[in-house]
């Protein structure tokens, strides 16, 4: 009885380990962890998502194909510049994040070369997520900067 639990806890943790590059979330709690928005940064960013794209913070989902059609390679919930290097940046971030949360490093390498060879705007949500908060949480949050009430939500 002992080592069926047991078997079943290891599986369990294996499984959580693995995640699904369709739908991150999904069966992983490492990667919910890993594109929860901080506390301290909820304002700044329901703000700035608003802004952006109109998407839903508490949806993942919301508003992550969004494409600028003005002829700027903005792209995804946070409009992140494919075209200036954000889709290979913005992998490493999501690297980091998820080694973060405990994500063994072979795992969050192959998360990282997908998210690389994928246009953002194609990216889970819970991705572009994670790549905005690794983001603010190193200084970048001047990348969404514009001079509007979003500025004075910054945590300081």
């Not at 994670?130 to 945590?155: I, K, T, Y």
């Amino acid at each position: 009885m002992i080592d069926t639990l047991i078997a079943a806890a290891v599986e369990l943790a294996a499984e959580d380990r693995r995640i699904d590059l369709d739908r991150p979330a999904q069966g992983s709690e490492m990667a919910r962890q890993a594109s929860a928005v901080p506390a301290r940064w909820r304002a700044f960013a329901q703000c700035v998502l608003r802004r952006e794209t109109g998407g839903n913070l508490n949806n993942p989902q919301s508003r992550e194909t969004a494409q600028n059609r003005s002829g700027s390679s903005a792209s995804g919930r946070w409009q992140m510049l494919d075209a200036s290097g954000w889709r290979d940046g913005g992998a490493w971030l999501v690297f980091k994040r998820l080694r973060s949360v405990g994500l063994p490093k072979d795992e969050a390498h192959r998360v990282r070369r997908y998210l690389a060879s994928t246009p953002i705007h194609r990216w889970d949500g819970g991705f572009q997520d994670m790549a905005f908060v690794q983001s603010v949480l190193e200084g970048g949050w001047f990348h969404w900067r514009n001079g509007d009430h979003c500025d004075g939500l910054v945590p300081r």
